[in-house]
Nanobody, 120 residues
Framework: QVQLVESGGGSVQAGASLRLSCAHS?????MAWLRQAPGKEREGVAT????????YYLDSVRGRFTLSQDRAKNTVYLQLNNLKPEDTAMYYC????????????????WGQGTQVTVSS
């Protein structure tokens, strides 16, 4: 199984930026960032397929968050810009089959998470 380790979270003011990192032990067909706020279901935030030409984003983060990768370092990033209080959640890096896309329920491999807290 793929091993995933997230980092980069923190507590910031609204409008600030963070960059989350996900170090993974091996390649996988599809990777994603998921998040879960207190009392809410886990949701897909961003995902891409290795070799694909598109990155998919949750509507509420499109234009503010950017997913990228450094293949040489086996690391996936999520750049969070213009953070809002509603972005407060535990963020997880996840791996799964190609058909998962932004369906958080589909992923069965994820890391321990990194907390993002945004105050107004």
């Amino acid at each position: 199984q793929v091993q995933l380790v997230e980092s980069g979270g923190g507590s910031v003011q609204a409008g600030a930026s963070l960059r989350l990192s996900c170090a993974h032990s091996s390649s996988t067909y599809r990777m994603a960032w998921l998040r879960q706020a207190p009392g809410k279901e886990r949701e897909g935030v961003a995902t891409f397929r290795s070799g694909g030409d598109r990155t998919y984003y949750l509507d509420s983060v499109r234009g503010r968050f950017t997913l990228s990768q450094d293949r040489a370092k086996n690391t996936v990033y999520l750049q969070l810009n213009n953070l809002k209080p509603e972005d407060t959640a535990m963020y997880y890096c996840a791996a799964g089959p190609d058909y998962c896309f932004l369906d958080a329920r589909c992923y069965n491999v994820w890391g321990q998470g990194t907390q993002v807290t945004v105050s107004s």
